[in-house]
């Protein structure tokens, strides 16, 4: 069965790093076609895409936010690790992470349920 | 990337059909056949309802069916029920291996 589950903080202060994991089983990353990606939804709004990283490490990110964030996997090989420098209340909103399994689709056939980040000013 | 454009609402009846649209630029929804449509009921995580233009994943009613035309996708529920009321967005592969939601679209089962 595949999971994958989100952690962090759920309160940060303006201007603070915001490093979020997400923790999944079922599969491996470094399985050819796995992607995973981050993203965000504020509340009563939209879905945002953040981020992705592939099996092959490619790393690829938002053109609004990119030189704000950083996608990484992490040793343990089954986490994702998303960071968020200088947060800002806007930012307040569910993050989620997400898997695609190129190759078969090109989709999120799996999401974690979410972690709420609120920002402080 | 601009977000891609949805009605902010749509509505029907029990046993209605209702589309759903979500307009794209020439760099995502025109270019590629990657458009994902989800569902999302309040304080739940979105589900995948179609994935690459117009495939259902297993255990989607075929209710629930997709479309493209130029740059612009559609979502297409027929038979509609009363658990079919629930934010729906587009999704689609970009340009630069990124990818774009759309606004999001709520649907009331009147």
């Known amino acids: 069965q595949v999971t994958l589950r989100e952690s962090g903080p759920a309160l940060v202060k303006a201007t603070q790093t915001l490093t979020l994991a997400c923790t999944f089983s079922?599969?491996?990353?470094?399985?050819?076609?796995?992607?995973v990606s981050w993203i965000r939804q504020p509340p009563g709004k939209a879905l945002e895409w953040l981020a992705r990283?592939?099996?092959?490490?490619?790393?690829y990110y938002s053109s609004s936010l990119k030189t704000r964030l950083t996608i990484s996997k992490d040793t343990s090989g089954n986490q994702v690790v998303l960071t968020m420098t200088n947060m800002d209340p806007v930012d307040t909103a569910m993050y989620y992470c997400?898997?695609?399994?190129?190759?078969?689709?090109?989709?999120?056939?799996?999401w974690g349920q979410g972690t709420m980040v609120t920002v402080s000013s | 990337q601009s977000a891609l454009t949805q009605p902010r609402s749509v509505s029907g009846s029990p046993g209605q059909s209702v589309t759903i649209s979500c307009t794209g630029a020439?760099?995502?929804?025109?270019?590629?056949?990657?458009v994902s449509w989800y569902q999302q009921h309040p304080g739940k995580a979105p589900k995948l309802i179609i994935y690459?233009?117009?495939h259902r994943p297993s255990g989607v009613p075929d209710r629930f069916s997709g479309s493209e035309s130029g740059n612009t996708a559609s979502l297409t529920i027929s038979g509609l029920q009363a658990d079919d009321e629930a934010d729906y967005f587009c999704?689609?592969?970009?340009?630069?291996?990124?990818?774009?939601f759309g606004g999001g679209t709520k649907l009331t089962v009147l």
């Open positions: 997400a898997r695609i399994v190129y190759g078969a689709t090109w989709a999120y056939d799996i």
């Open positions: 690459d233009v117009s």
């Open positions: 999704c689609s592969f970009a340009g630069g291996s990124t990818e774009v």
């Open positions: 990283i592939d099996w092959d490490e490619d790393e």
């Open positions: 020439s760099s995502d929804v025109a270019v590629h056949n990657y």
């Open positions: 079922g599969f491996s990353l470094s399985t050819t076609g796995m992607c």
